[in-house]
């Protein structure tokens, strides 16, 4: 048996609907941000590019956003893919 065989007693299908859930409604709410964004006054409510420029303005800011995009890029990309990386 391998390490990675064991039972968490978790419903594959189940964890996987959640994720697929979840990560649905975490888009349909930035898609709803930026639409308030966007039909209101930018002074009322930013838009993300309005966020996002006002972090970019300053060499940390763009560092921490090079840092997210590499970490996630990782995980949501390189961590799981086994084409290249067998051993």
Partial sequence: MRPDDHD?????????????VGWAVLFAAVLVW???GLRFPHDAWPT???MLRVVMRHP???WAMFGIWVWLGWHLFIRG???????
Avoid at 81 to 86: I, N, S, V
Wanted: aromatic share 6%; proline share 3%; glycine share 14%.
């Fill in 48 to 50: 993300l590019s309005d």
């Fill in 81 to 87: 893919w086994h084409l290249f990386l067998r051993a």
């Fill in 34 to 36: 930026e639409g308030i």
């Fill in 8 to 20: 968490h007693g978790a419903n594959p299908e189940v964890t996987r609907m959640i994720g697929i």
């Fill in 60 to 62: 940390v800011g763009r």
